[in-house]
T-cell receptor
Framework: DAGITQSPRHKVTETGTPVTLRCHQT?????MYWYRQDPGHGLRLIHY???????DKGEVSDGYSVSRSKTEDFLLTLESATSSQTSVYFC?????????????FGQGTRLTVV | AQSVTQLGSHVSVSEGALVLLRCNYS??????LFWYVQYPNQGLQLLLK??????LVKGINDFEAEFKKSETSFHLTKPSAHMSDAAEYFC??????????FGKGMKLTVNP
């Protein structure tokens, strides 16, 4: 299994509070992604990173920010959590697009905003 | 931009029956294509991928998928369903330097 660890695995937080989710990899892959999974929507890309300090927005980036100060860590921050951000969040890593290599996924973080 | 369509959200088959999960992509350039499986409370695992080497791709657990450029399709099949195949299946596409884009997923139920 690819070495991807997401923390925490479960979190309940209150509306308006900041929340940070962490993704840690031991594969030295260049690309890291954050997705959210919601019923009827599949997986939607929030942000991704193609290198240290190099990040870009996905299709549902509003209300989220990311940082990548080291190759192995990719942080997702909900600056002021809302109930619409209740979801399961998945981190993924890959060697990079254009190469046809697959993405490897973490186990997910279930976030509930109350 | 790349998009992936999986029509419907749920399919039910009997154990031993053929499994067919449909996937269509939209792109003027044939992309890289993937099928992932997600078991309950787990992350996604790769079943198989198409990278232009062969149009019929074999994956794990007897799954296979055929790339048809003329139909912009990459349907997933398995000749005989097993109870352990019950899961959610996602088709995904990646074109050139673009991001990986997922379909909405298809939940497979296998009835005894």
């Amino acid at each position: 299994d690819a070495g991807i660890t997401q923390s925490p695995r479960h979190k309940v937080t209150e509306t308006g509070t900041p929340v940070t989710l962490r993704c840690h990899q031991t594969e030295n892959h260049r690309y890291m992604y954050w997705y959210r999974q919601d019923p009827g929507h599949g997986l939607r890309l929030i942000h991704y990173s193609y290198g240290v300090k190099d990040t870009d927005k996905g299709e549902v980036s509003d209300g989220y920010s990311v940082s990548r100060s080291k190759t192995e860590d990719f942080l997702l921050t909900l600056e002021s959590a809302t109930s619409s951000q209740t979801s399961v969040y998945f981190c993924a890593i890959s060697e990079g697009p254009g190469i046809g290599t697959e993405a490897f996924f973490g186990q997910g973080t279930r976030l509930t905003v109350v | 931009a790349q998009s992936v369509t999986q029509l419907g959200s749920h399919v039910s088959v009997s154990e031993g029956a053929l499994v067919l999960l449909r996937c269509n992509y939209s792109s003027s350039v044939p992309p890289y294509l993937f099928w992932y499986v997600q078991y309950p409370n787990q992350g996604l695992q790769l079943l198989l991928k198409y990278t232009s080497a062969a149009t019929l791709v074999k994956g794990i657990n007897d799954f296979e998928a055929e790339f048809k450029k003329s139909e912009t399709s990459f349907h997933l099949t398995k000749p005989s369903a097993h109870m352990s195949d019950a899961a959610e299946y996602f088709c995904a596409a990646q074109g050139g330097s673009e991001k990986l884009v997922f379909g909405k997923g298809m939940k497979l139920t296998v009835n005894p």
